[in-house]
T-cell receptor, first 112, second 115 residues
Framework: QKEVEQNSGPLSVPEGAIASLNCTYSDRGSQSFFWYRQYSGKSPELIMFIYSNGDKEDGRFTAQLNKASQYVSLLIRDSQPSDSATYLC????????????FGRGTSLIVHP | EAGVAQSPRYKIIEKRQSVAFWCNPISGHATLYWYQQILGQGPKLLIQFQNNGVVDDSQLPKDRFSAERLKGVDSTLKIQPAKLEDSAVYLCASPWGSSGANVLTFGAGSRLTVL
């Protein structure tokens, strides 16, 4: 079992819809969770991070964390074509190294 | 903050040749990471430096890859000899800000094509 798993997609949604991206992780002791966005040919850039169970909102983005079920999700409201990108989930696993481990990413396509 | 500088942006070599990538992270950050991102995959950690010491190089293919960080500032990642499967983007990253969250700022990356 991989440490951080994401469906590679692509996930296709119409403009204005809610896009839901999911990530599961294997290490129950993981403490910190991140969502990065990566446009084609560019480097990853942080969207948001979350530590605690529940929801964290930032503009059109909401991160949801459920440690008991070991998943973290990202909701994008009012999706725009400019949101089309690969979304990478990263987790800091337990063990003390504090090194972010990335999933393979989910490709999101927002069509007009 | 000046960000993370990397060079070269692109490199094409033939298998068995050597290549070196350079990174200069955000000034003052002791921690520096090198990640390898193969097309269609997420970034995979190769090596973590804290100042000029190696913290984790467990996933670095040491028979062909080497990295150093002289004086705890800029870093060089070398591949010798290169294989076809080394074709990837090599990303250098440094923690951002003082939140303690270990949020990474990435450089633009160095795209390697091995023919």
């Amino acid at each position: 079992q991989k440490e951080v798993e994401q469906n590679s997609g692509p996930l296709s949604v119409p403009e204005g819809a809610i896009a839901s991206l999911n990530c599961t992780y294997s290490d129950r002791g993981s403490q910190s969770f991140f969502w990065y966005r990566q446009y084609s040919g560019k480097s990853p850039e942080l969207i948001m991070f979350i530590y605690s169970n529940g929801d964290k909102e930032d503009g059109r983005f909401t991160a949801q964390l459920n440690k008991a079920s070991q998943y973290v999700s990202l909701l994008i409201r009012d999706s725009q074509p400019s949101d089309s990108a690969t979304y990478l989930c990263a987790v800091i696993l337990s063990g003390g190294s504090y090194i972010p481990t990335f999933g393979r990413g989910t490709s999101l396509i927002v069509h007009p | 903050e000046a960000g993370v500088a990397q060079s070269p942006r692109y490199k094409i070599i033939e298998k068995r040749q050597s290549v070196a990538f350079w990174c200069n992270p955000i000034s003052g950050h002791a921690t520096l990471y090198w990640y390898q991102q193969i097309l269609g995959q997420g970034p995979k950690l190769l090596i973590q430096f804290q100042n000029n010491g190696v913290v984790d190089d467990s996933q670095l293919p040491k028979d062909r890859f080497s990295a150093e960080r002289l004086k705890g500032v800029d870093s060089t990642l070398k591949i010798q000899p290169a294989k076809l499967e080394d074709s990837a983007v090599y990303l250098c990253a440094s923690p951002w800000g003082s939140s303690g969250a270990n949020v990474l700022t990435f450089g633009a990356g160095s795209r390697l094509t091995v023919l």
